[in-house]
């Protein structure tokens, strides 16, 4: 078995990134409560702080804290926020501390009124942009990079006309995963970086438009599906309607993170017109042919692991059966910020009904190996049970170098595939047998729709220049706004 510190057992797993949900309402759809269903529907991408910002008639209110939505929000603070308009955002923190200063949305007020931005993902300039604000005398108040946005668009907008073209302004210079929601007096704008790294879509219903990080969101507020946020593309919407703006960035990749399909995104959603649950359904088809093995029954472990493990059971003909259970009510184990709650949740969330697997072969599916240490955990349990054998497979490639992008992958140093070859993860796992899904097959994992897609973490082929200081951050697990910055790029385009 594993011989993993605590340290290392806690951290094991993919961290989500951030979700955003903003509404430009036509009086069918209160925003406030609009924006708490959309963030209900995307809790699974952050939860350790929400917040809510509306503005009625150009004057901003918001209320944000530390916490989970149903326990951050009630009737009497969302029936306090009203407005015409409203952008909300729950949070992973993968750049800046777990601290209620660093909670979105951010609300600033400068020489041309409020602004407020909702910002999932991350900029891989961040440091270097900062430093040089610091230098001109900005003083910042939180540790995450969406401040430096929030700078960039007061400092642009002294010169533009519109907010929108100040917006267009910061993105020539800002690098990075990005979908933003600003929110100024009178407009709501959706924006999304060059690439198109993060995801964003837009809805409707009558009169009123809605921006997601998930199109399950829509769902929840009663919105239609219209389409997605074309990368590089600024949605504007005030009270004179919806308009579009696409500044020239030059020839850009587009670059959407693969994990959305793997791992982030909730099954009933849709990304760029690929179905979710379907892409995990296929990865599981091209897992059993491709590491085909005699069973009696496939698993999957909860939640991503399941779609891919009743496409596994369909194309191998063996039984999918429900073996292992999840405890609903605590959350995804690994978003919980401190390792002690991490080490609690990892203990309760997952339990193997016994019954089911005893003197049984089984193929256990699930969606990534990071550290290994969870999977060595799982696997014990199941040998526990009384599992006669334990197939992995695993509906992602190996991880084999960190993301810049939004996606709290660690250190190549942290990476078992980095340090460890596949027989040996199998044995060091207890497992009999292991296979992940081949990384020229992502392409058909998404019915090879035109869908361009970033495959840095298990490549090394980053789509987007990073700053020496970013790539040295992340090997010290984090990003550093107090060294020196180099500000030499790396060139990979």
């Known amino acids: 078995m594993l011989n993993y510190s605590f ?239 696409k500044p020239d960035f030059g020839e850009k990749k587009k670059s959407l993170c693969i994990f959305e399909y793997i791992y982030f995104a909730r099954s009933d959603s849709f990304i760029d017109g690929v179905s979710v649950y379907e892409a995990r359904k296929q990865a599981g088809r091209i897992l059993a042919r491709e590491f085909p093995v005699e069973a009696d029954m496939v698993i999957g472990v909860p939640e991503s692991g399941i779609d891919a493990a009743i496409g596994y059971a369909e194309e191998s003909g063996i039984p999918y059966e429900k073996a292992i259970v999840k405890n609903s009510y605590i959350g995804r184990t690994f978003i919980k910020p401190s390792q002690s709650e991490r080490m609690k949740s990892v203990r309760i969330k997952l339990n193997p009904i016994a019954d089911m697997v005893r003197g049984k072969r089984v193929v256990m599916i699930d969606d990534s190996i990071v550290r290994g240490t969870t999977v060595d955990r799982i696997v014990t349990m199941l040998r526990d049970a009384g599992a006669k054998e334990v197939h992995m497979r695993i509906s992602s490639p190996p991880f084999m170098w960190p993301c810049y992008y939004g996606t709290d992958i660690p250190s190549r140093g942290e990476l078992i595939a980095c340090n460890h070859t596949i027989e040996e993860i199998t044995k060091l796992s207890g497992a009999d047998s292991l296979g992940y899904l081949p990384v020229e097959s992502l392409h058909e994992m998404i019915g090879y729709a035109p869908v361009g897609f970033c495959q840095g973490c298990f490549t090394g082929d980053y789509p987007a220049d990073i700053i020496r200081e970013t790539l040295e951050g992340k090997e010290r697990g984090g990003m550093n706004f107090d060294s020196k910055c180099i500000g030499k790029e790396q060139e990979n385009e």
């Open 7 to 245: 340290d290392n057992f806690v951290k094991e797993g993919l961290h989500e990134e951030c979700g955003v949900f903003g509404i430009f309402s036509d009086g069918s759809l209160d925003p406030a409560y609009a924006c708490y269903n959309g963030l209900l529907a995307l809790q699974h991408r952050g939860q350790e702080s929400c917040g809510i910002a509306v503005s009625d008639e150009g004057v901003i209110d918001y209320h944000k804290n530390m916490g989970l939505v149903t326990e951050v929000f009630n009737n009497s603070i969302l029936d306090s926020l009203r407005g015409q308009m409203g952008i909300s955002h729950v949070r992973y923190s993968t750049a800046g501390g777990s601290v209620l200063e660093n909670a979105q949305p951010l609300v600033m007020r400068y020489v041309k009124g409020t602004l407020s931005v909702a910002h999932n993902g991350n900029l891989t300039n961040a440091v270097e942009i900062r430093r040089e604000l610091e230098h001109k005398g900005a003083i910042f108040q939180t540790t995450i990079d969406s401040e430096v946005i929030c700078y960039l668009i007061a400092r642009a907008r002294l010169n533009c006309h519109s907010v929108e073209e100040a917006v267009a302004q910061t993105m020539t210079h800002i690098k990075g995963a990005y979908s933003l929601l600003v929110m100024s007096p009178s407009k709501l704008i959706a924006a999304r970086d060059p690439h198109g790294f993060r995801p964003l879509c837009m809805g409707k219903l009558n009169g009123t438009y809605v921006f997601a990080s998930e199109s399950a969101a829509l769902d929840a507020c009663g919105a239609e599906f219209v389409r997605d946020v074309d990368p590089g593309e600024i949605v504007i919407v005030d009270n004179k309607g919806l308009r579009t703006m």
